[in-house]
């Protein structure tokens, strides 16, 4: 008994922090989600209208193709990266010469604010000064153009996800394969397995607990992308990048319509636990039960 007490004013601490800016913040948000609030209007007083916000965004055309482009979004994005981060990882596991060097290099979009990304990607696809455009120009004859092209725009922060976020599944990849068994390897190359045989049986079931942590981790930032996008494209041209972050974003900054904000935002979380719940019961959940 004494030291279950000991234990509890250890989590103390911890717990304390978690409902002050976890627990009390979600509550808030939905508590507010449940009215109508302008607080720069000239009633800036919260008017209680029960589910009207969620029955709006049911019909609302804006936020369902914000979700649509999302979904589109994260797929392209996440995909992309744990293919580019697996081939990454399996090439820094070889010796090669200035691989510390590359490793280091590879791994520094991973310390930039996003906000700092944005910029960078600005300058870079900006048609009078960018380097992007000036390379596709004078190679392809192609002109790039996001605030004009809609494909453009949704490529080119797909492209900005990926340079911003595969280091962080390299490195986990990385981190899976250095502790995998050498024995089932052996064992294949002596059976005569061939690499695409040791890699469907033997290294993807062995690497897939950290695949799955770093897909959940992906797919979660992957659908609150605001700040990088907001910085390249502001949304546009017309709403092709408008992710459903920066639609909330609009929503609750610029028209300051906290209460339609804040029931996006419910929605948007129930979805992503809805996505993340779907994939631990496909992909986990058999495994723990085979044992």
Not at 65 to 92: D, K, M, N, R
Not at 130 to 141: D, E, M, T
Not at 259 to 285: D, E, F, K, M, N
Request: proline letters at 6%.
């Amino acid at each position: 008994m004494h030291s279950q007490k000991f234990g509890w004013l250890l989590l103390s601490p911890t717990i304390l922090i978690l409902g002050l800016f976890g627990i009390f913040p979600f509550i808030y948000v939905v508590w507010v989600s449940f009215h109508q609030w302008n607080p720069f209007a000239a009633n800036p007083l919260m008017v209680f209208n029960w589910a009207s916000n969620y029955r709006t965004l049911v019909f609302d055309k804006q936020f369902l193709a914000s979700l649509g482009i999302t979904i589109a979004f994260v797929f392209f994005a996440v995909v992309s990266e744990l293919v580019l981060g697996y081939v990454l990882a399996q090439a820094l596991m070889k010796d090669f010469p200035g691989k510390a060097f590359f490793r280091t290099i590879h791994t520094l979009p991973l310390i930039m604010a996003p906000i700092i990304v944005g910029s960078v990607w600005k300058l870079m696809t900006t048609p009078s000064i960018g380097i992007i455009p000036y390379l596709l120009r004078s190679w392809f004859g192609y002109d790039l153009n996001i605030g004009q092209s809609a494909a453009a725009a949704f490529t080119i922060t797909v492209i900005m996800d990926v340079w911003h976020w595969t280091p962080l599944v390299t490195l986990s990849l990385i981190a899976a394969l250095v502790s995998l068994p050498p024995d089932p390897f052996e064992q294949a190359q002596i059976d005569g397995a061939g690499k695409s045989q040791i890699f469907w049986h033997i290294t993807l079931p062995l690497i897939r607990p950290a695949l799955l942590a770093t897909v959940f981790i992906r797919l979660m930032d992957a659908l609150r992308t605001v700040d990088e996008v907001l910085m390249l494209t502001g949304g546009g041209p017309g709403s092709s990048t408008r992710y459903i972050g920066v639609h909330i974003f609009r929503e609750v900054f610029p028209k300051t319509n906290y209460g339609y904000g804040s029931a996006i935002s419910v929605v948007v979380l129930y979805l992503t636990i809805v996505v993340c719940w779907l994939l631990y019961v496909g992909l986990i959940a058999p495994r723990a039960k085979r044992g």
